[in-house]
Structure formats: structure tokens, C-alpha cells
């Protein structure tokens, strides 16, 4: 019953957190990259997603399947679609 909750309440705080922020795919859109410098730009925005995602999950205290489901969520999120 734990797990459940406690995975309810990270993913609604990650939805505050990152609500704020455009998505990579955003940036990359409003800044007219393509190519090559789109890929890049993409790289570099998940490498930092995936940073501070882990952050914000060790910071949680979250650990194991509720870490994880957390910061794919957390990283999906912060790169777009």
C-alpha cells in the first residue's frame, strides 16, 4: 500500500517542479535548430534532465522501482515528445 502512494505523491511533485519549465523538444523548436545542432541540444537537455531528475529523487529519498519509475517519468517529461 506504501509503494503505490508513494508513487502518486513523486509523480505530482514532479508535475509541479517541471510545470514551469519548457520541454526540450520546446526549446529546440523555438530556438529553429535542425540537424546536427538539434541533436546536440537534445543530448545535452536529457543529460541535464537526467541529472537533476536524480536530484530530486535523492533529495525524496526515493530509492528502487519508486526511484526509478520516478525519474523516467521525471526525464520523459522534461525532454517531450
Known amino acids: 500500500?506504501?509503494?503505490p502512494i508513494t508513487l502518486i505523491a513523486?509523480?505530482?511533485l514532479s508535475l509541479q517542479a517541471h510545470a514551469a519549465e519548457p520541454t526540450c523538444s520546446a526549446a529546440a523548436t523555438e530556438k529553429?535548430?535542425?540537424g546536427a545542432a538539434k541533436n546536440s541540444f537534445m543530448k545535452k537537455c536529457e543529460a541535464d534532465a537526467q541529472a537533476k531528475c536524480e536530484a530530486a529523487a535523492a533529495e525524496k529519498k526515493l530509492a528502487g522501482a519508486a526511484k526509478n519509475s520516478n525519474v523516467k517519468k521525471c526525464v520523459g517529461e522534461a525532454v517531450g515528445a
Request: hydrophobic share 80%; charged share 20%.
Open 1 to 3: 500500500m506504501r509503494l
Open 32 to 34: 529553429k535548430l535542425a
Open 10 to 12: 513523486a509523480a505530482l
